[in-house]
C-alpha cells in the first residue's frame, strides 16, 4: 500500500468521523431547545392542515408542560422539573409520525409560548373573571396559543385564529368550555388586532348595505300605488258569470214586466182570431 493511498484512507476517515460529530451535535442542540427552527422548513408539510396539526401537537405539549414542570416552577418545587418543553418536543417527533405536521411551527410555539407564558398570561387574564390558575389546563393552553398567534403571528387573519382555538376545544376541550375561549379571544382580537377588526366589521357593513340597496331595486314598493292597483283590480273583477252587476237603485234599467207579457200574448191571440175571421 503506498503512502498516498495510506493518506486518501486516513482522509476519508476523518471526514466521517467529523460528519457523525456534527450530527450528533446537531441532535443534541436540537433536544436542547438551541436550534432555531425556520418555518419554511422544506422537508414537512407546511399547508394550512399542517399548521392545523402543529397546534394540536404545540396543545398536547403544552398542557404536558403546564401540569409538570410549570405546576412545579409556580409552588416553588424547582427540584422536581425535569419535563422541559425542548425535552417534551424531541420526545413527540420520537414517538409520532411528523411528516405531516408543520415542524417549524411546532417547534416555535413549544419554544416562544413557554418563554412568554407571563405576558401572555397578562393578556388573558386581562378578560378572565378569574384567576388564570383556575382555568382548566386544557382551556389554558388553547388560550394561550391564540394569545400567542393574535400577538405574534399577525399574518394569520384574527377569524382564523379564533376559528382554530374553537377546532381545539372541540377536539380536547369540554363541552361549554368554547364560550369562554371565544369571549376570552375575541375581546383580546379588539384590542391586539383593533385596525384589522374595524376594517372587518366596515367591510361587513358594506356588504350588508350593498345587499340591501340590490334588493330594493328589484323589488320597489310603493304602498300608495299598490292600495290603487289592488282596489282597481277588486273594482273591476268580473262576476263569475261573466255579466255586469245589476244595481236594483238603478231605475232607469228597463225590466220585462209579468203584466206586460200577459198583454202580449193577448195581442198576440187577437190577432190570430182576426186573421181566422178574415179566411171565413
Known sequence: MTDQLKRAISAAKTAQAND???????????????QTFD???????????????????????????????????VDGKLGWKANAPHDIAARTRATNAMHTVHIGYYHEMMRDIPEQIEALDALISQHLDREVDKLDTVEHAILLIGAYELQNR??????????????????????????????????????LRALEVQADTNANL?????????????????????????????????????????????????????S?????ISDFKASKKNANDTKD
Request: hydrophobic share 35%; proline share 3%.
Open 260 to 264: 206586460k207579457a200577459s198583454a202580449n
Open 39 to 73: 418555518m419554511s422548513e422544506s422537508s414537512y408539510k407546511t399547508s394550512h392542515t399542517a399548521i392545523r396539526k402543529a397546534r394540536r401537537f404545540a396543545m398536547q405539549g403544552l398542557y404536558e408542560w403546564l401540569v409538570t414542570d410549570r405546576r412545579f416552577d
Open 154 to 191: 399577525v399574518e394569520i387573519p384574527y377569524k382564523v385564529v379564533l376559528d382554530e382555538a374553537m377546532k381545539l376545544n372541540n377536539h380536547f376541550g369540554a363541552t361549554d368550555a368554547h364560550k369562554l375561549i371565544n369571549a376570552v379571544l375575541d375581546k383580546m382580537a379588539g384590542e
Open 20 to 34: 457523525g460529530q456534527a450530527e450528533a451535535t446537531r441532535i443534541a442542540s436540537s433536544s436542547a431547545g438551541d
Open 206 to 258: 358594506r356588504t350588508s348595505q350593498k345587499a340591501a340597496a340590490k334588493q330594493s331595486e328589484a323589488n320597489p314598493v310603493d304602498s300608495n300605488e299598490t292600495a290603487a292597483e289592488t282596489e282597481s283590480a277588486i273594482v273591476d273583477e268580473p262576476t263569475a258569470s261573466n255579466k255586469p252587476r245589476i244595481s236594483a237603485n238603478k231605475a232607469n234599467v228597463k225590466r220585462s214586466s209579468a
